[in-house]
């Protein structure tokens, strides 16, 4: 069955860093669309980014546009969200997903808390 495990979160202080991983199983992840969204307390899941099959095309939402990077490395099967210069804003539950615009399948999503 498909599996998407997210690791990395955790708390950090503003204008810290941290890296998250996803690891999926159960499809052919070198042909899929992959994507990160966050859900903050009392606000809906947002699209943060999401990085296309080859990994040649990406996007962003504005809010973490040249702070947050995705990228994906097809022989681990593993996508991952480096995020930089983070903001008490980024505090949110970040969930990896497969898919372009829509998502099929989420992992359980992993805890990122900004705070000084």
């Known amino acids: 069955q498909v599996q998407l495990v997210e690791s990395g979160g955790g708390l950090a202080q503003p204008g810290g860093s941290l890296r998250l991983s996803c690891a999926a199983s159960?499809?052919?992840?070198?042909?899929?669309?992959m994507s990160w969204y966050r859900q903050a307390p009392g606000k809906e899941r947002e699209l943060v980014a999401a990085?296309?099959?080859?990994?040649?095309?990406?996007k962003y939402a504005d809010s973490v546009k040249g702070r947050f990077t995705i990228s994906r490395d097809n022989a681990k099967n593993t996508v991952y969200l480096q995020m930089n210069s983070l903001k008490p804003e980024d505090t949110a539950v970040y969930y990896c997903?497969?898919?372009?615009?829509?998502?099929?399948?989420w992992g359980q999503g992993t805890q990122v808390t900004v705070s000084s």
């Open positions: 159960g499809f052919t992840f070198s042909t899929s669309p």
């Open positions: 990085i296309s099959a080859t990994g040649v095309l990406t």
């Open positions: 997903s497969r898919g372009w615009s829509q998502a099929d399948y």
